[in-house]
């Protein structure tokens, strides 16, 4: 079974609104954690903000924030104020406690086009 | 502080050549894993180091292969090389339990 779900393979947004990027998951351990990293076409990828399973609170980073709904086990990036500089590829990505810490599940990704 | 360096960044090899791609940490970092990228395969998993020790493995044929060095430096090998081994070969590093990976910027690899 996939363990992350990304269903949006590419989304448009116009410059400065806000875009919303779907990441749902499944596991079995109760201790995990939530990534979203972006990468753009050089090919690094960026770490943008990290949701603990037993966080109380969506993770903010800047313009960047996870909206966390354990129940339904999903994990959505959401950017507000969109730039150009934003276009890029997503991955939404899933370390449980039992596999140990490097090793992410990783999402097929969302390519985000941002235009002026 | 300087980031995650792979050398080199492109690489092209002939099917049933071997080759060997390196990868330092950030400086202070003693975890180092391996991520392969495809188009068809997407992001997976190859192995993880630290202190020179295998600490975990992905589902790849015993032709991917790693080590770690006392410094944290790490190099994987592939040997015999297959046209699907062409991918984008990701290193990541971090404090061992942060779980925050930090990523290089990758090495291509074409084989012919």
């Known amino acids: 079974a996939q363990k992350i779900t990304q269903t949006q393979p590419g989304m448009f947004v116009q410059e400065k609104e806000a875009v919303t990027l779907d990441c749902t998951y499944d596991?079995?351990?109760?201790?995990?954690?939530l990534f979203w990293y972006k990468q753009p076409s050089s090919g690094e990828m960026i770490f943008l903000i990290y949701q603990g399973s037993y966080d109380q609170q969506n993770a903010t980073e800047g313009r960047y924030s996870l909206n966390f709904q354990k129940a339904r086990k999903s994990a959505n990036l959401v950017i507000s104020a969109s730039q150009l500089g934003d276009s890029a590829m997503y991955f939404c990505a899933m370390r449980e406690a039992i596999t140990g810490f490097q090793k992410l599940v990783f999402g097929t990704g969302t390519r985000l086009l941002v235009s002026p | 502080k300087a980031g995650v360096t792979q050398t080199p960044r492109y690489l092209i090899k002939t099917r049933g050549q071997q080759v060997t791609l390196s990868c330092s940490p950030i400086?202070?970092?003693?975890?180092v894993s391996w991520y392969q990228q495809t188009p068809g395969q997407g992001l997976q998993f190859l192995f993880e180091y630290f202190s020179e020790t295998q600490r975990n493995k992905g589902n790849f044929p015993g032709r991917f292969s790693g080590r770690q060095f006392s410094n944290s430096r790490s190099e994987m090998n592939v040997s015999t090389l297959e046209l699907g081994d062409s991918a984008l070969y990701l290193c990541?590093?971090?404090?061992?339990?942060?779980?925050?990976?930090?990523f290089g910027n990758g090495t291509r690899l074409t084989v012919t």
């Open positions: 990541a590093s971090s404090l061992e339990h942060s779980g925050l990976l930090h």
């Open positions: 400086s202070g970092h003693r975890s």
């Open positions: 596991t079995s351990d109760p201790s995990y954690g």
